[in-house]
């Protein structure tokens, strides 16, 4: 059982960036997917939880408007889309997932994403 995060970078403020979520050894689908991040000296937030097939996606308020998340199934992955990025926007960025939002427990690495002029 495996996630590998990836699509960080260095993008400009207003910019955007869409990060994947690729598992491997499990159906995606069959699972709840959240993207967390944790910027440097801060804590790990929640950013996004999408449920199970498609399910609801529950948001951050500090995220809503400007993310948002999409399963593509034949290629067992999760994309958080990413607009209007700010300063504030950089931390490494982590998916995870688990029976539901709430209950997370499989981890993949973090992707960097940083956020400057």
């Known amino acids: 059982v495996q996630l590998q995060a990836s699509g960080g970078g260095l993008v400009q403020p207003g910019g955007s960036l869409r990060l994947s979520c690729t598992a491997s050894?499990?159906?995606?689908?069959?699972?709840?997917v959240g993207w967390f991040r944790q910027a440097p000296g801060k804590e790990r937030e929640g950013v996004l939880c999408?449920?199970?097939?498609?399910?609801?996606?529950y948001y951050a308020d500090s995220v809503k408007g400007r993310f948002t998340v999409s399963r593509d199934n034949a290629k067992n992955t999760v994309y958080l889309q990413m607009n209007r990025l700010s300063v504030e926007d950089t931390a490494v960025y982590y998916c995870?997932?688990?029976?539901?939002?709430?209950?997370?427990?499989?981890w993949g690495q973090g992707t960097l994403v940083t956020v400057s002029s």
């Open positions: 995870a997932a688990g029976s539901r939002c709430g209950k997370i427990y499989y």
């Open positions: 999408i449920s199970s097939s498609a399910g609801s996606t």
């Open positions: 050894g499990f159906t995606l689908d069959d699972y709840a």
